[in-house]
């Protein structure tokens, strides 16, 4: 077992950051912490004796393109490592296989992998995940990881290759209300910096992951458009039949 485990995430509404904190804890002590979700240009290095547990959420069956632009800043030295993707109930397609190929070419070995369902940015779609026994799976799942002797084999990931479009994002663009206060938040914790300076003016980069919706303080931010809302209706209905955590080991 290495000596540090170290937690790399791009985590826009929460849901990975949780996932793979609570994977670090079946290791005990604190982990170091890189959250690309709006660090931007950070580079950082990884030697035989780290463990790094990478998390990215799903868009469109596969990983942001932003998150996948930083991680080429981070390099390892067959540093061992797990590859978590998070993914709102209905399918991650190829993004854990495309995040198990990045992190090999950037000189990690993958020792386990998991695709873990949260609550999905659209609609009333598993909201209270992840919950309890997620994370006490997660617990178990890096437990066996970490314990895996150092030649054993790469997990078997299902993908596929060339890998399905997606990752770009969805087209809602969030609306802002007159009870908007201008404190900027939505601004400074926008992951790909579109929202401008006014608080409410929103370009074609946004990914549609709703932090600025779920962290807005007086929600001024909304959705509250016929258009989303039928949609939302619809994926809801859609998508309501709980599906579990996948493992790989």
Known sequence: MAEKINLIYFSPTGNTKRTVEAMAEAAGGEPGEMDLTVLGEARRRFGKDDFVI???PVYGGRI???AKQ???NIEGENTPCLVVVTYGNRDYDDALLELSDLVKARGFVVKGAAAAVGRHTYGEIQVTRPDETDFTQDKAFAAAAFAKPQDAPEPTIPGAFPYRKGGQGG????????GC???GICVRGCPVHAIGADCSTISDACLSCFRCIRSCPVQAKNMD?????EFADMFTKKLCVRKENQYFL
């Open 171 to 178: 087209s809602f663009r969030p609306l802002t209300s007159s």
């Open 54 to 56: 990478f998390g990215m």
């Open 225 to 229: 458009t016929k258009e989303y809302r």
């Open 181 to 183: 206060t201008k404190c």
């Open 64 to 66: 942001p393109a932003a």
């Open 70 to 72: 930083r991680l080429e």
